[in-house]
């Protein structure tokens, strides 16, 4: 079946510093792929789509100049998180998804980046 | 989206059938029903999906309410692995933009030794 990579699992970064997270679908074109955050015990809030050549659309509350998001090919995705503060630690989980044989929309995940801001 | 509404948390004993229910009374009739199901620490991943008819996969079966409004996970023999959250989601078939998948607050199941 497809799979999504995300590069690194898991970073700890000092506060004010930038991390880039990466995600790849390795096995599909994915001209849309998706950006979550998730707190401990919580679900996943969808944070952006990002789009294969054209800026990435934010879901409300969402600031754009603190999560960059860049889709530059078919394959990857990269979401850089800005200036990071401790409040900025979480899980982020990048998603891709494409038409499945039944007219459906099948959505593969990462494995998640474990982000720790000290 | 529709909305989907779940029980926050199950448990099952070992080796014995799990039913987890999901109600979406607002489904609309080109919405798919989705489960997916999250690990500690792990991105979610697929486990079935549906329309109208229930189906069946290695994993497990879906049953489907004849008026749409409810569907029911089934797990027929639980084990310690399958211990993860499970969340219903509906994301309507037709083909447009963006095709995001909303998340609700899921079942957290718990599988007991």
């Known amino acids: 079946g497809a799979v999504v990579s995300q590069h690194p699992s898991r970073v700890i970064c000092k506060s004010g510093t930038s991390v880039k997270i990466e995600c790849r679908s390795l096995?599909?074109?994915?001209?849309?792929m998706f950006w979550y955050r998730q707190f401990p015990k919580q679900s996943l809030m969808l944070m952006a789509t990002?789009?294969?050549?054209?800026?990435?659309?934010?879901e409300q509350g969402v600031e754009k100049d603190k999560f960059l998001i860049n889709h530059a090919s078919l394959t990857l995705s990269t979401l850089t998180v800005t200036s990071a503060h401790p409040e900025d630690s979480s899980f982020y989980i990048c998603?891709?998804?494409?038409?499945?044989?039944?007219?459906?929309?099948?959505?593969?995940f990462g494995q998640g980046t474990r982000l720790t801001v000290v | 989206d529709a909305k989907t509404t779940q029980p926050n948390s199950m448990e099952s004993n070992e080796e014995e059938p799990v039913h987890l229910p999901c109600n979406h009374s607002t489904i609309s009739g080109t919405d798919y029903i989705h489960w997916y199901r999250q690990l500690p620490s792990q991105g979610p991943e697929y486990v079935i999906h549906?329309?109208?008819s229930n189906v069946n996969n290695r994993m497990a079966s879906l049953a489907i309410a004849e008026d749409r409004k409810s569907s029911t996970l089934i797990l027929h023999r639980a084990t310690l692995r399958d211990a993860a959250v499970y969340y219903c989601?509906?994301?309507?078939?037709?083909?447009?933009?963006?095709?995001?998948?909303?998340f609700g607050t899921g079942t957290s199941l718990t599988v007991i030794p």
């Open positions: 096995d599909f074109q994915a001209t849309t």
């Open positions: 549906g329309l109208t």
């Open positions: 998603s891709a998804t494409r038409q499945g044989a039944r007219g459906n929309t099948e959505a593969f």
């Open positions: 989601i509906l994301r309507d078939g037709v083909v447009k933009a963006g095709n995001q998948f909303y």
């Open positions: 990002s789009n294969e050549g054209s800026k990435a659309t934010y």
